[in-house]
């Protein structure tokens, strides 16, 4: 398989998971790092043994070199590098959610389908092997046809006061079980009904609960508690449960797979999405960008996840905002 040269724009935390990520897929070559705090350049460039870096994501994207690219910035600036990227010919891999407003989406959606390169959002669930094994089984039609989903995913108090004054719950997690319902479901939601409570200072509150009812019928609630203890020996609090017409699916991720005790009380560290294995990241992030770099190495598009399907997620999470704001049932 060709090396794909590969640049990231956006070097936060999850920046710098993308860059473990690609480091350890063999045919990735990292190319350019784009970020505008020089300091941060600097660090991971070193890190990272990349030699061009950029404070510009223009000048980037412009480097003929330069094929594939990983966009890490905040959600709400996502669209003006994606859509730079995809005119200056880059495969573009898009951190979820895909963006801040319906017309943004709508933009990059346009965006993407206009361009020869591969495209694709991160909804990382769809390569948690749990996930996927669930979508399998329901595709296959072994419980029958859908009709309640449940799902929680609820974090400590630290991790909620890391990014609460960037993004909320609803948007910033409950898409992730939007995504998967829709995608078990293959339907998408009517209506969306949501409540929030917010106890500390942040701009966005600390947990949201969100009830959909789909075009089939189905019924869903999902919960996104960014406010357990900061005892909680674990960073996330993870199930789903569909139940159909014939059989039944749970799963329940990713604390009680593996809990160490020592000194220092109990943890339960991360097996799932972004481990340290013999040294290199494993799992599902890695798993995903190593599929688009082998879509954008053989000239395939992603078909895991359409664009189209990750604007859907957004669209129900902004109306689930907009009823819990209002306290009226909204309509899709």
């Not at 929030?196 to 075009?215: C, I, K, S, W």
């Not at 097996?271 to 040294?279: A, M, N, Q, S, V």
Request: net charge negative; hydrophobic share 40%.
């Amino acid at each position: 398989m060709k090396t794909v040269k590969y640049g990231v724009i956006g070097l936060g935390w999850f920046g710098e998971r993308h860059l473990e990520a690609l480091s350890a897929i063999p045919n990735v070559e990292l190319h350019a790092l784009c970020t505008r705090t020089e300091p941060r350049l600097k660090e991971l460039a070193a890190r990272f043994g990349v030699t061009k870096t950029y404070t510009d994501y223009q000048e980037m994207v412009a480097d003929p070199e330069l094929e594939a690219v990983s966009i890490v910035t905040m959600w709400d600036q996502h669209v003006a590098p994606t859509v730079a990227a995809l005119a200056a010919g880059k495969h573009v891999f898009l951190e979820k959610p895909m963006a801040s407003t319906i017309a943004d989406c709508d933009q990059i959606v346009d965006a993407a389908n206009a361009a020869d390169g591969s495209f694709m959002v991160g909804h990382i669930c769809r390569f948690n092997p749990r996930y996927a094994a669930a979508k399998q089984t329901i595709a296959a039609g072994k419980i029958g046809k859908i009709v309640s989903m449940y799902a929680r995913r609820n974090l400590p108090q630290w991790v909620g006061a890391s990014v609460l004054d960037k993004i909320g719950p609803i948007i910033g997690d409950c898409v992730h079980d939007t995504d998967l319902m829709f995608w078990f479901s293959e339907s998408k939601a009517v209506t969306a009904y949501a409540q929030t409570v917010q106890f500390r200072d942040h701009a966005n509150p600390d947990l949201g609960q969100v009830m959909y009812r789909l075009e089939n019928g189905a019924s869903c609630i999902l919960e996104s508690v960014w406010c357990l203890p900061d005892t909680t020996p674990f960073q996330i609090d993870e199930r789903l449960e569909v139940v159909g017409t014939e059989g039944s699916v749970s799963i329940h991720d990713t604390h009680p797979n593996l809990m160490i005790v020592d000194k220092d009380g109990s943890r339960c560290p991360d097996t799932t999405y972004w481990p340290e294995i013999h040294g290199e990241l494993r799992g599902a992030l890695r798993d995903e960008l190593s599929y688009f770099v082998k879509c954008v190495a053989n000239g395939e598009k992603p078909s895991i996840i359409t664009a189209e399907e990750s604007r859907e997620a957004v669209r129900a999470c902004l109306a689930a905002e907009e009823s819990a704001r209002t306290g009226a049932v909204v309509k899709i």
